[in-house]
């Protein structure tokens, strides 16, 4: 077994009698407490504050997600009209379209109702060959971060 010889030096350590010592074991001071304090509301505060930013960032997601989905909607609403020019029938035009606000389904239980509105643009391209560009705007509003649109296209040929 090995063993390492310790050397004390008089007066390297403090004694129970010594200034030093009782103020080195004195307890907590008040500015400690309070700098403490201090930096756990701030630890809890910022984890709090990404909480809620992460909570409205999801909400914000759901109402695009919907509103998205209200312009597919519109759009598929425009690609089953009949579009046929050369047998006569044509029924993609803008009047067949009106503009239509709906509620967005966010699928929350919250109770929030908000409101977008579809806008149907249907230009003509070309008329030989026959092509159509279909524009679907949906409108929608989020609370603190203003109005927002989401928009979908497509081109539409005859008989498609």
Do not use: E
């Given at each position: 077994m090995l063993t390492i010889p310790i050397r004390l030096v008089e007066g390297a350590l403090p004694t129970v009698a010594s200034h030093e010592y009782k103020r080195r074991c004195a307890g907590v001071t008040l500015v400690e407490v309070v700098i403490s304090i201090v930096i756990v509301a701030m630890s809890i505060g910022g984890i709090m504050t990404v909480y809620t930013q992460t909570a409205v960032n999801a909400e914000w997601s759901a109402h695009s997600l919907a509103a998205q989905m209200m312009a597919v909607s519109g759009l598929e609403q425009a690609r089953a009209a009949k579009y046929d020019p050369q047998g006569g029938t044509d029924e993609?035009?803008?009047?067949?379209?009106?503009?239509?606000v709906d509620k967005l389904?966010?699928?929350?239980?919250?109770?929030?109702?908000t409101y977008a509105t579809n806008t149907i643009t249907i230009s003509t391209i070309s008329t030989n060959p026959a092509l159509k560009m279909v524009t679907v705007d949906c409108t929608w509003s989020f609370p603190r971060k203003g109005l927002f649109t989401n928009s979908v296209y497509t081109y539409r040929a005859a008989n498609q």
């Open positions: 993609l035009v803008a009047t067949n379209f009106p503009v239509r389904d966010t699928g929350t239980s919250l109770g929030v109702c």
